[in-house]
């Protein structure tokens, strides 16, 4: 399976009392897909993710504002309580059978962590957390996007060398830097937004496969 990536976002004095309000501002800065709904599930969780859901509810039907799904959360509003809601944003995905690239909406899963939730998940996980989709949407394949050549894997499958040979050409390679880079564009600047909507302390953006996600994130930016 691919590797996900994430980004972990703690508060200032986040407690039970405050946490839905902040929940709210964090899906206020969530840069939506354009296609509607953009919201797309809220389900709500005790105790922790073994626990079967306390409330799923499907906000396909409508256009869901943050201010109405936290609505939705209040009954069950706890400290050992965790939202999960399913969201889709557009980045750049390249299509392997067509050789183009296409502005897609990919999905999305916000968390909010009660203080208690999960043993308290939130001090590794973040009150805030955000799936953002696989890790190589943003670091490319196969370290094609890392400077110098040294860190380029080899192909273990037919796919994976048609791939490397498509990059093989400039212009191609430049394309797909391009894209890559739009995206950590857009991630970094909705961690921006982020930072202005909330009292925040602290951002953490990691990865299942990356050592240093961040620091791989900078590397690829820093490519002309």
């Not at 961690?191 to 009292?199: F, G, K, S, V």
């Amino acid at each position: 399976m691919p590797n996900r990536a994430y980004a972990s976002i703690w508060i200032r004095n986040f407690d039970e009392t405050n946490m839905l309000s902040h929940f709210e501002h964090f899906l206020a800065t969530v840069p939506l897909a354009d296609e509607p709904p953009g919201f797309t599930e809220l389900v709500i969780r005790a105790v922790d993710s073994t626990e079967t859901p306390f409330e799923e509810y499907d906000l396909r039907a409508q256009a869901f504002t943050p201010a109405e799904i936290t609505e939705l959360a209040r009954e069950h509003h706890s400290a050992d309580v965790s939202f999960e809601v399913a969201a889709r944003w557009d980045l750049w995905i390249r299509d392997m059978e067509s050789a183009s690239w296409k502005k897609k909406p990919e999905r999305l899963t916000l968390f909010c962590f009660g203080l208690d939730y999960d043993h308290g998940i939130f001090a590794e996980s973040g009150h805030l957390m955000a799936d953002i989709g696989f890790e190589h949407m943003f670091t490319g394949h196969a370290g094609l996007l890392t400077p110098g050549s040294a860190r380029v894997a080899q192909p273990e499958h037919p796919d994976e060398a048609r791939f490397l040979m498509w990059m093989s050409q400039p212009q191609n390679l430049r394309e797909y830097q391009e894209k890559t880079r739009e995206n950590i564009q857009r991630l970094m600047g909705w961690m921006r937004a982020a930072e202005e909507a909330l009292p925040v302390e602290r951002i953490r953006l990691w990865s299942e496969g990356e050592e240093n996600f961040e620091a791989r994130l900078d590397e690829i930016l820093a490519v002309r």
